[in-house]
DNA sequence: CAGCGGTATGACAACGTTGTCTAAAGACCC
DNA sequence: GGGTCTTTAGACAACGTTGTCATACCGCTG
């Protein structure tokens, strides 16, 4: 059978109340007996019963709220959280919903008022949805957001920062230090914050290598390929055209490749083109997309992490949390991403 | 607060265990006691406690155990089971496991022993194992295969049959009525049963169209962009060269589509390319990709009705299932699909 | 009428965990 | 050196359900 919290107890010679303590992180244990209690688990390989844990009145679900049509994403994020949940003692649910559909709060209630929840983990757009934002915290429900942007401090609950502005330069100065300066920047919806910090990158590499923006040049539009498409195929029009391409995704870039390819326009020698996320399909296109890599297994690992630590402390009322990292985890990520360049073949220097 | 089993016998007047009978349709309670309970179940909108009846025996969850790079499968899937568990008072865990790593069973068995699965959803290669069967056979398990095959009636379980071979028939017997008469195949790891399907429905078609299969054409690999490349490129090296190419799934057809590009061959020109999946990168290559459409979602919601079923009948001692469906349900989908063509830009009559 | 078998109902334990309260041991202060 | 505070650990109840056993009642039979 399956072994039980007093199985470990025993074969740890504690009472099982301690072994409780240990496995939820609470202060108050010396530090011998949580090794003894530690191996004990190893070794009987237990793991908590969800069940019982959730009748007494702690939730041990996390819930993995989407909205978001690239499924490589989705998956990435789903197996980083599952791997920490369940080293975590917490199980994972997936729950897409229709960002758009307006029944957003009514479905995600429903969710919560099952009692099993013990914390969400929010992706764009709803981390950046105020009233749901403003919902969770008057329900004092811990959740963790995963924005982009870089580093507030002010913020009260724990939150992931993938670093798109800076990305967003190294791309951009990386163009024009290949000569380019007539670069395009192909823009996703402004509803996510990812699409403005790009763009905002983009502006401020352009500023630091002293080129001029050109309004023409920044065209808005949507995340997929069809958009990236259209938009490519009217910038190839223009007199003169540009050189780069900088693409806020690689569905984008798909689409201005496929553009650039029915207009015969040769990449990279006449156009350089760059996406942005690294997704499988980026080595897929010809020529291979160069692009930003973003880390979504760490992301979502320590997103996972920082919320199930919140989690905690918001159960033992307060600053636990900040004691164990130091000894427990030194390796613990921190909560800010930078997604790199990778440079395959969509680029070159600029053509004379 | 949730109302518990206690408030509803309080309302009714009776003991909470008469009420937990009364639930559970157990026999022996008395026609008007039975009366009272439902009418105070109702009139406070009583409903048990998933957690409490789990920790006390009765498990309701449901896994998907899946190894599957292909994300969008994944997620489709996902969203197929999501959306019929969820309908039927089910959750679903997912559970990616590495097929090739050899701890399968006791990754299985460790997620079995919690004690928390009523079912289990197996796709490919999982779903073709024998071992892993016999396992959950032994253990009385419920579960659901999604294979590759046209339905076997001889099967214990339910099965979901997805009939690969008339798909691959459908394929090559269209680019047979194109006019081509050399067409490679280029197939995928025969573990996965739907790699040796489509062979089949590929050889039948060239037979049916008195075409002489040609083993220099039928390239064995693997899955994916790069041995979809490598294989084009030795293809494209030959004399004379194939007119059309079907790949087992779209990433290779990608891979064949790039080693084309590389090679300078017009596609569909010169050469016709057929992919298998309707991944969404089909759409977002050049020229988009022809290809058979798989109904994932679909696929998902009937394995996961058929598994409930399977589960309940399991639990009221068998027969019981059969009785209900009839009424409930008439547009239960059936456990058979086939894939459809999707004529695309890939492909065009043969070259004369 | 005593005894028996069957039926309808209730009391209570159990499931595996966490929260609360309390006890023991040591550190610290005056 | 005695009292008080802090740290550490255990005993016990509680969560909401189902399983097991006991009880009360009924109608029979001998």
Redesign the pocket.
Known sequence: ?????????KLA?????????V??R?????????ERVWAAIKELN????I???Q????A?FIAFIYDNPNSHYVIEMQHGLLAECRAQ?YELLIHPLAAGSGDTMADLEQLLSTGHIAGLVLTPPFSENPELIAALRERKLPFVRIVSGSSDPAEPEPCIYVDDYQAAFDITDYLAGLGHRRIAFLGGEDIHRSSVERRHGYLAALAEHGIDEDPALIVPGEFNFDSGADRTRRLLAMQPRPTAIFAANDEIAAGALFSARINQVAVPQELSIVGFEDSPFSRQTWPKLTTAHQPNGDIAGSAASHLIASIRAS??GSAASHQDSPDSDASLPDNGFRPQLVVRDSTCPAPQ
């Open positions: 059978m399956k072994a039980t919290i007093k199985d470990v107890a010679g504690v009472s099982f109340k301690t072994v409780s303590r496995i939820n609470e202060p108050s244990v010396g530090e011998e007996l949580q237990y793991q908590p019963n069940s019982a844990r009748l007494r009145g702690a041990s003692g159960r033992n």
